[in-house]
């Protein structure tokens, strides 16, 4: 059960880092590649370091890879410019680009089951029922943040950070990204939840306890 669960962490690093090192290799924009996978950057070497510490379920690990795919194909081309939104945008008859909507709702979605692992694991909450609330709460204070630091980039760079905002001329993108952001925490947690819960019982590790026993 070990070796297999090793081989599918290693697995999953493999790919992301073939991913990094090709969409680095000539991005359309430098520096918003770097802006753009600085999380991957960042979250790659703790994951690595903890990983047998504190292992994280299978489910987690395949959401955390997925997101990293999708930020490293946005910082490539830029998120106003990647192929595959342009292709919805012509299939569903869209005014704009939407790839950047897609890594909003997903900017919620994986880090509601982060969020819910860690809380559950840690034993955070006396009473389970605030799982829910709190992990989108969280959810949400991550997603102004990331507003907060393309706001930053805006000041600091002026016209230099439009690849890197991708607002794609919306005025109200700030809020729609939040929006989404919250909408993906709160479909994580509903569509989710029981599946996570049953990765959680896998674990090895003493103590693990599902949101549903308490």
Do not use: K
């Amino acid at each position: 059960m070990g070796h297999r669960t090793e081989t599918f962490e290693w697995a999953l690093v493999a790919v992301v880092v073939l991913a990094l090192t090709a969409s680095g290799i000539a991005p359309h924009d430098r520096l918003t590649w770097w802006m753009e996978v600085l999380p991957v950057l960042i979250a790659l070497p703790i994951l690595l370091a903890t990983h047998r510490r504190f292992p994280l379920t299978r489910l987690v690990l395949a959401l955390i890879a997925g997101h990293a795919l999708i930020l490293i194909l946005g910082a490539a081309y830029t998120y106003a410019r990647v192929p595959l939104g342009f292709w919805l945008q012509e299939v569903f008859d869209l005014a704009r680009n939407p790839y950047d909507r897609i890594g909003h709702f997903v900017q919620g979605f994986v880090p509601a089951l982060v969020a819910r692992e860690l809380l559950i694991r840690l034993q955070v909450l006396r009473r389970p029922r605030w799982l829910f609330f709190l992990v989108c709460c969280i959810c949400l204070a991550i997603s102004a943040t990331y507003e907060l630091i393309e706001w930053l980039a805006a000041v600091v760079m002026g016209g230099e950070a439009e690849d890197f905002l991708g607002t794609q001329g919306d005025p109200w993108d700030t809020q729609s990204d939040m929006a989404l952001a919250l909408l993906g925490a709160a479909l994580a947690q509903l569509g989710l939840a029981r599946w996570h819960d049953r990765c959680l019982r896998r674990l090895p590790s003493a103590g693990v306890r599902a949101a549903a026993g308490g």
